[in-house]
Nanobody
Framework: QVQLVESGGGVVQAGGSLRLSCAAS????????VGWFRQAPGKERELVAA??????YHRNSVKGRFTISRDNAKNTVYLQMNSLKPEDTAVYYC??????????????WGQGTQVTVSS
């Protein structure tokens, strides 16, 4: 298993940027797929972006604005968030899977970091 801690959330005006970080523990971190999820109050959690050793994914609503990346030497996955919109407001979580980033079970979760985008 891997332990995850998110950071980088905050309050930003529409059109601004934030960079979220997901710091992980474990020698085998590079073998894990990592996803960024978000959950707004009263809404279901949704996958925002994901990264494996060979591919990346970004949901349509964030394509061209968000970019997921990883630095295995630092055991960290990032989510660069540009051109933020009020509808991006949510608690953002990172999660790890030893399986497929789409089909695998995300069994390790961080505590979440709040992102608030004001109009």
């Amino acid at each position: 298993q891997v332990q995850l801690v998110e950071s980088g959330g905050g309050v930003v005006q529409a059109g601004g940027s934030l960079r979220l970080s997901c710091a992980a523990s474990g020698r085998t971190f590079s073998s894990y797929g990592v996803g960024w999820f978000r959950q707004a109050p009263g809404k279901e959690r949704e996958l925002v972006a994901a990264i494996s050793s060979s591919s990346t994914y970004h949901r349509n609503s964030v394509k061209g604005r968000f970019t997921i990346s990883r630095d295995n030497a630092k055991n960290t996955v990032y989510l660069q968030m540009n051109s933020l919109k009020p509808e991006d407001t949510a608690v953002y979580y990172c999660a790890a899977t030893s399986g497929n980033i789409f089909l695998g079970a995300y069994n390790s979760w961080g505590q979440g970091t709040q992102v608030t985008v004001s109009s």
